[in-house]
């Protein structure tokens, strides 16, 4: 029905900047919220940021000084534009979205999540 791919991960020195990007596809009326999750080796998935339909943004404390998230509707697309990368910013970074399909159900819905290498 749904489906999120995300891009722009990989290998980055610490320090260096990434931009990831996910693109929405499939049956849909409107996207609610989009957002982003990443999960480090041997960690529980934690959240890093959150764009509403609107424009609002949440973040995670840790990651709202350097990290930013954005949207382009018309796109269905969602970005995570990630500046000063540390070593514990590792992670496989998940997208997810809350979509309304055009069958007007609700669904939340994760991307397959892609992989971020941040070398010290």
């Known amino acids: 029905q749904v489906e999120l791919v995300e891009s722009g991960g990989g290998l980055v020195q610490a320090g260096g900047s990434l931009r990831l990007s996910c693109a929405a596809s499939?049956?849909?009326?409107?996207?609610?919220?989009m957002g982003w999750y990443r999960q480090a080796p041997g960690k529980q998935r934690e959240f890093v940021a959150r764009i509403s339909s609107g424009g609002t943004t949440t973040f995670a404390d840790s990651m709202k000084d350097r990290f930013t998230i954005s949207r382009d509707n018309a796109k269905n697309t969602v970005y995570l534009q990630m500046n000063s990368l540390k070593a514990e910013d590792t992670a496989v970074y998940y997208c997810e979205a809350v979509v309304t399909l055009t069958t007007r159900s609700t669904v939340h819905t994760w991307g397959q999540g892609i992989l971020v290498t941040v070398s010290s």
């Open positions: 499939g049956s849909i009326f409107s996207i609610n919220d």
